[in-house]
């Protein structure tokens, strides 16, 4: 989860130029990568309307709050944020500027028009599917009156939302994601994604690999494929017939440049077999694999209707490691959920023992509206909620320390993404998606170099390039403590 994002990757100009010169965009993403990657297509669209960035939103003429609306938390701080950009409007109309708010994402899907009664703020309310259509809504809602388009239409937004300029690609650096599949047809109860989104809907395989290629072409070394159920990918291949995501990453990978592959999210239910033997053929796919999990009471997975169960998972977790032995996994976990008893949350904590994840977030449950869960009777109290999560962190938090600290002394390929804090240090993501920092070069960033791990901090690890090994798959992880 990353909250607040801001946007790389338009052109940018001084915060001095001429008022009369490009417009400035600002773009702030809350929630999940695939807000991530759509805040970067919503500012592609509007580079091609001769937009530029704008570092902070003071000086922005247009401002984009892409929401998530997954956690209630998560919608309130949302309209926390439109009362500050009412003052931030309010000060430039003094000053004769017009800005241009915006809400994207979830909270604008699931809410709409209300946006707008409750936050007058607001000129313009775009759900997901339609941000091919913002130039010509924002330029509707500089006529005034709010504009909400909410629709799930008719025309695939991805054939016509403009590719990334090579200048944009190259700003965002050596990592990459690439939606290829979105909604969700699962219906977990506790869940609003499968009403925010809609039903499950796959890229075709040539538009993605386009994509890619594109990525590739312009310094990309490392594509995250994500989907809110990205597992369920079945988008039409080349030959007509639907590909499965094992398909489609094998494809993928051959495309020059591309060193590294991952993939997010996952439901297990979805795991199928050349997804599990992808993790022993492919190379180029990360031994690293975020595989929520929810609970580890199979009482309360039925309550969630995950429609698998403890000893579904063990056995899904036991087929995985057999097949790539290398590999970690991540989760995500609900506390508190109705219903839940002090029996129910033990087996959850003792999941996270038993599977030892390297790491994962956990969560407070929050009853969405609309979701058969939040009318569910036994709710819990928020202070049973406060302290589950507390001891279940806690558990989480051990792992991943052990986790970490059974990378002293072994020997990972690091892929250079940017310079550190220090001079001639980089700063590279592992095979599990840890922070490492090295000496080296800046002419390294965009390679994949051996490191051998000296020191385990709290944040990141440190490392030695370590040129003499050429090693390309990290080793089992047997010998870690807890894995
Ligand atoms: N309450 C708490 N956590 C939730 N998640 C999804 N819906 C809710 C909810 N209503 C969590 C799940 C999911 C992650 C993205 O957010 O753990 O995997
Ligand atoms: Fe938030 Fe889920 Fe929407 Fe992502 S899909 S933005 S996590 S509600």
Redesign the pocket.
């Known amino acids: ?1 990353q909250e607040g994002t801001l946007l790389a990757g338009l052109p940018r100009i001084d915060a001095g130029a001429d008022a009369r010169g490009p417009r400035r965009l600002f773009v702030k993403s809350y929630g ?1 990568q695939m807000n991530v990657y759509d805040s970067q297509r919503m500012a592609d669209a509007l580079a091609r309307e001769g937009f530029v960035a704008a570092d902070q939103p003071d000086d922005a003429d247009v401002i984009i709050l892409n929401t998530c609306h ?3 938390k998560a919608a309130e701080k949302v309209y926390s944020e439109l009362g500050r950009l009412r003052k931030l409007k309010d000060g430039a109309a003094t000053a004769g500027r017009r800005v241009m708010v915006a809400v994207a994402g979830c909270v604008a899907q699931a809410e709409g028009e209300e946006i707008i009664r409750r936050a007058p703020v607001v000129d313009l309310v775009v759900g997901p599917q339609s941000y091919h259509r913002l130039p010509d809504l924002l330029a509707r809602a500089e006529l005034g009156g709010g504009v909400v388009d909410t629709e799930f239409p008719a025309e695939d937004k991805f054939t016509v939302l403009p590719p990334a300029s090579r200048a944009a690609i190259r700003a965002r650096g050596v990592t990459a994601f690439v939606t290829v599949q979105e909604g969700c047809d699962k219906f ?1 109860t ?4 499968p009403y925010t989104r809609g039903a499950e809907v796959s890229r075709p395989v040539v538009q993605i690999v386009e994509e890619v290629s594109r990525l590739a072409d312009a310094g990309v070394r490392e594509v995250t494929l994500i989907g809110q159920n990205v597992n369920a990918y079945h988008g039409a291949g080349p030959d007509g017939r639907p590909w499965t995501l094992a398909r489609l990453m094998t494809r993928v990978a051959e495309i020059p440049g591309i060193a590294r592959l991952r993939y997010t ?1 996952s439901h297990p239910r979805d795991m199928l077999d050349d997804l599990i033997a992808a993790h022993r053929d492919l190379p180029q796919l990360m031994p690293f694999l975020h595989l ?1 999990v ?1 609970s580890g009471s199979d009482r309360i997975l039925a309550a969630m209707n995950r429609r698998h169960t403890r000893a579904d998972y063990l056995r899904l977790v036991e087929r995985l490691r057999r097949a790539q032995p290398a590999l970690a996994l991540s989760s ?3 506390v508190g ?1 109705p219903g839940e008893g002090d029996q129910d949350f033990r087996d959850t904590v003792g999941l996270v023992e038993e599977v030892g994840f390297a790491g994962a ?8 509206p609309g ?1 058969p ?2 009318t569910m009777e036994s709710q819990a109290p928020e202070p049973l909620k406060v302290e589950r999560l507390a001891v279940l962190q806690a558990a989480i938090d051990r792992r991943q320390a052990a986790f970490n600290a059974g990378c002293l002394g072994r020997t990972f390929d690091v892929l250079m993404e940017k310079p550190g804090r220090r001079p001639v240090q980089l700063v590279g993501r592992s095979p599990y998606l840890q922070a490492v920092q090295a000496l080296a070069p800046p002419q390294m960033i965009g390679q994949v170099v051996p490191v051998t791990i000296v020191e385990v901090g709290s944040n990141s690890l440190f490392g030695v390039v370590n040129e003499a090994s050429g090693r390309t798959r990290p080793e089992p992880l047997a010998a870690v403590p807890g894995a």
């Open positions: 989860m999940c997954i956690r209630e977990c506790f869940c609003v994604v999210t929520p929810q995500d976990f609900i959920f977030f956990s969560f407070k449950y929050s009853p969405r979701t869960a939040a």
